[in-house]
């Protein structure tokens, strides 16, 4: 599991989705917050979004020619025909509610190459009572233009493609008002122009059990209001909520959503993810981070907006005195790797536009978490240099190469080109929302452990190539380096021994 929230303390679009591009429009959940257009600097990304819930487009009026028609009217009929036809077939759903059986386990378990067509007001309904509406592992299967709602799925389990089966396409579908995660993901998905909205757990969930998700793609998707269930409130610390969950995912391409008004963080990439390409996404008023990338390696997060994020953890977490850097954009035990394969041997962040968050940027790392670290919370996985967790102990661990492969290491990230916006009157603070962070904690334990004391620290903060430079700071902002009592203004932060935003502009007032 993740460790977002573990404070100082404890830690010691394209035309062809038919998508509809709108600017300004209102959002609907959550904090109810409006969004507004981003700055037109040169290089800014679109305010344009995916608005795909207020009005999802219409599946086809007619069954295909070749298409089994599925009749609401009769209860499992969908389910039945699913099993009595062969693979790659069609099947086209009347308009109306669409029951399963009776029993929890009752499900559509598709067949390789299936797909599923809904016509203009067709849903298929849980009732409260079925835990999962796709299963199975089935490759290829297609569902389009569907409302999926009222599934009970289980903590931690998802109502479509509940196996996390390879291969699936899911467009132009609702999938809304479920307990668990609406839809998981397996390998060579393609998840475009859906909704994902009001789910209990996350909006999307990719993870397979025993294994990777490889070559992911979630494109021009509104991911709105999910974690109903306030899944961090009632498990303190589990780091199973956000809009977007991604697990051991090897190659994603995460681009032109719209993540909005989720309880918790928007995206989260937690625990040996790799390759990801974050762009042209507009992430707003989330409770939580915007995008938390955790215990993972090689990415590029650009030409995003970021906006009114954070407020809620934020805020309830300086309330409380805590003094670590909660940010909105938040790296915790991750960098780039050139021995990992992938687009990128870094982590690349730039030309996003950051406005009215609470925080910014935090880069951290945990000298205490490490292979076969009781403080490790990744449920006892390694890293992906060193996959056998018990080579991770003494006296191995004391030298190369496993002093260096036993830990995830927050290293070669690049920051740069983005415009960094604070107004603390919009965002309603008078303290602790201004930070730019590098920094980890003092290494105590366990007692065998080879990253005692500051070294960790001095590391991530001098020697592991992290570099902020060329952006753009328009208000009041802070920097946080080495340790959170090393609180610096922008001169102390660009000189040395930080020497930080080298070729960097700073406005102390916005609007001024």
Avoid at 33 to 50: L, R
Avoid at 150 to 174: K, R
Avoid at 258 to 266: A, F, P, Q, S
Wanted: glycine share 10%; hydrophobic share 35%; aromatic share 8%.
């Amino acid at each position: 599991m993740g460790i977002r929230r573990r404070h100082w303390a404890l830690a010691a679009a394209s035309a062809a989705l038919a998508l509809l591009a709108v600017t300004g429009c209102a959002s609907t959940q959550g904090t109810g917050a409006q969004p507004t257009a981003a700055p037109t600097t040169s290089g800014a990304p679109s305010a344009s979004v995916a608005r795909v819930c207020a009005k999802p487009p219409a599946g086809p009026a007619k069954a295909p020619a070749d298409a089994v028609t599925v009749d609401p009217a009769v209860v499992g009929d969908l389910a039945a025909k699913t099993k009595d036809n062969p693979p790659n077939t069609t099947f086209w759903l009347r308009p109306g509610k669409h029951l399963l059986d009776p029993d929890r386990y009752a499900q559509v378990v598709p067949k390789q190459g299936d797909r599923y067509l809904g016509a203009p007001g067709a849903v298929l309904d849980g009732r409260e009572q079925n835990q999962y509406a796709f299963g199975g592992t089935a490759r290829g299967v297609a569902i389009r233009y569907l409302t999926v709602r009222g599934f009970v799925a289980p903590q931690n389990e998802g109502v479509v493609n509940h196996d996390s089966a390879d291969g699936w396409v899911i467009e132009h579908t609702t999938i809304r008002n479920n307990s668990g995660a609406g839809l998981m993901a397996g390998a060579h998905q393609r998840v475009r122009a859906n909704c994902l909205r009001g789910n209990g757990q996350y909006g999307l969930n990719a993870y397979r059990s025993g294994g990777r998700v490889g070559d992911l793609v979630v494109e021009g998707n509104e991911i709105v209001g999910n974690d109903t269930g306030d899944w961090e409130r009632r498990r303190p610390g589990c780091g199973c909520t956000g809009g977007a969950k991604f697990w051991a995912v090897d190659g994603a391409d995460v681009r032109g959503n719209w993540v909005h008004d989720n309880r918790g963080t928007g995206l989260w990439a937690d625990t040996n993810n790799n390759d990801f390409r974050i762009e042209n996404n507009v992430i707003e008023a989330n409770d939580g981070a915007a995008l938390i990338y955790e215990t993972s390696y090689n990415a590029v997060i650009r030409n995003n907006t970021i906006r009114r994020n954070n407020w809620v953890e934020g805020r309830r977490a300086a309330e409380r005195g805590d003094d670590f850097p909660f940010a909105t954009v938040y790296l915790s035990e991750s960098g780039g790797e050139p021995r990992i394969r992938a687009r990128t041997d870094k982590i690349e962040i730039y030309q996003n536009v950051l406005e009215n968050n609470w925080s910014g940027i935090t880069l951290w790392e945990n000298a205490d978490r490490f292979c076969n670290s009781p403080a490790n919370t990744s449920s006892g996985d390694c890293t992906l240099l060193q996959r056998d967790t018990d080579r991770c102990a003494q006296p191995a661990i004391d030298r190369a190469p496993l002093y260096a492969d036993c830990r995830w290491k927050t290293q070669r990230v690049d920051i740069h080109d983005n415009r960094f916006v604070l107004d603390e009157s919009v965002v309603r603070c008078t303290a602790k929302c201004d930070r730019m962070a590098v920094l980890a904690n003092y290494g105590t334990y366990p007692d065998w452990s080879p990253y005692k004391g500051e070294g960790v620290a001095e590391a991530i903060t001098g020697e592991q190539h992290n570099r902020w430079h060329d952006n753009a700071y328009v208000g009041p902002w802070r920097f946080v380096a080495h340790d959170p009592s090393q609180v610096l203004g922008f001169g102390q932060w660009q000189g040395p021994p930080y020497r930080q935003d080298t070729g960097s502009t700073f406005r102390a007032r916005a609007g001024g």
